[in-house]
């Protein structure tokens, strides 16, 4: 990953390759926001340049800039940050800009940062930002541009204790979220459950993290039902990886649960074409649930974390379930498969069952659950349901974090429409608010332990072209929001 550092240098002296500042909007017009201490004739010279360059100082916007000898680095890049308060940029704004700053510099080795830095939160606001920005997925290219080498973030409170804090968090958010985004972005053909369950034992080695397996042998004499159903279409079988974190003296318990599909043809169901082209993103909610995990034992929180990867491949085949099957879920509840391709919802109801056996105070799942996700909020914004004071927790958490999440209810009428004439339940209901269905169904699995489901179906991977720190492919939208919500836990 991207090295960066803090200092304190005068930044006109720092010999990069580009020096970035911010450019913001107030009354309709560009304005530089201060931050690292510019040189004065640098400054009056961009001040007079913005309105001919163009530059708008909106979000997303990066414009380099040449401005002569007063600086040693080569360029100057303004990245926008949108209309500014009195108080000056927020912190998501700081954070997409400076993501896109590094992302656009991509190739380059050194760049400072002058962005406002001047409190603990700015600083590790823009090092996030920075870093989640640099982000580069190569491994199956023969060619690439390397990210940016080495970043150096200046402010005065580089020395500062709290700062330091910050950075440090900064940089352990940051490779969790690289490490989602790589395994979201891996071929379904090198990520399947198996792999998956050997990445997250490779990933906990030599750290406080510690990693069971439960193979298709175990999962069957267990009655993991939902899990073998959903995989035994496959020749790949399916896994249940249990990921803990048990500090001593915790001042909580929290459960994750993730949705762990490594690629999803939607079973004899099956998906359209189109459909299929994306569905090896079928598992960020446990990629986001293993590195959540191991982000709070790199920070030591105090708080025990238990995370489940419930991990399948559904693939349509002879021996695959069928409409109509009767599954039994972890416990003893049965389930009346309806749609092959609503399999998420059946593994998600066996690690829920399994999560809930260990009495956490609270259990958080998240997962690209359903398709209606996207039709209710679109393809950046994720849903929040369950009990309530849990989902407003995970809310404020996504808040904090900079992450967009909406709370979304759980209308008891729609339970009524998976009533199953043949067994306890059936894994389809009414279509319309579907997206609440499937939170109904998980809610039969959770027991009275404390809840909250995060559906990221649309969030998880993104289509479209690149914007502030999010990169093509996989995101890693919810891994800052859960581990928010565990430093927010460990605090009570």
Known sequence: MTELTLTTKNVARIPADAVVVAVGRRDGQPLLVPGAAL????TSTLTT?????????KADEVVRVAVGKELAATVVVLTGVGEVGED????ETLRRAAGAATRSLAGTADVALALPADTAERVGAVAEGALLGTYSYDRYRTEHRAPVARLELV??????????AAHARAVVVAEAVAGVRDLVNASPADLYPESFAE????????????????DEKALLAGGYGGLIGVGQGSQRPPRLVRVSYSPVRAKAHIGLVGKGITFDSGGLSIKPAKGMETMKMDMAGAATVLHA???????????KVTGWLALAENMPSGSAQRPSDVITIRGGKTVEVLNTDAEGRLVMADALVAAGEENPDVIVDIATLTGAQMVALGSQVGAVMGTEDVREEVIAAAGAAGEDFWPMPLPAELAESMKSQVADIANMGDRFGGMLVAGLFLKEFVGATPWAHLDIAGPAFNEGKPRGYTPEGGTGTGLRT???????AATR
């Open 199 to 214: 990445e997250a034992a490779a990933a906990a080695k030599g750290t406080k993290v510690k990693v069971k397996v439960l």
């Open 39 to 42: 040189p004065s004739a640098v």
């Open 155 to 164: 402010t005065d409170l580089a020395r500062s204790k709290e700062a330091k």
């Open 49 to 57: 340049l913005l309105p001919a360059l163009g530059v708008s100082g």
């Open 88 to 91: 000056g940029p927020t912190l």
């Open 293 to 303: 995990v191991m982000a709070a034992a790199a920070l030591d929180l105090p708080v």
């Open 482 to 488: 859960l581990l928010t919500f565990l430093e927010r």
